[in-house]
């Protein structure tokens, strides 16, 4: 399990809103995370109401 800060929620969340998409592969690459880290940034964004629900298989998320 990845241990998630309050900091890299608000990166990730400022990174999907920029880039209008929000994959875990894009937050790995961009904020230089591990690819369980980037998964486990974009559910707590889906928890907050940022991002939509997985799309498919690649991880892809609607930004809301």
């Not at 998630?4 to 904020?31: F, G, S, Y």
């Not at 995370?33 to 998320?61: C, D, M, N, S």
Request: charged residues 25%.
């Amino acid at each position: 399990m990845s241990v998630i800060h309050e900091d890299q929620v608000r990166q990730a969340k400022e990174i999907v809103t920029a880039h209008n998409r929000a994959t875990p592969t894009m937050l790995e690459r961009l904020m230089m995370v591990h690819y369980q880290t980037a998964v486990a940034l974009l559910e707590e964004l889906e928890k907050l109401g940022v991002v939509g629900p997985e799309i498919g298989k690649l991880g892809l998320r609607a930004v809301l």
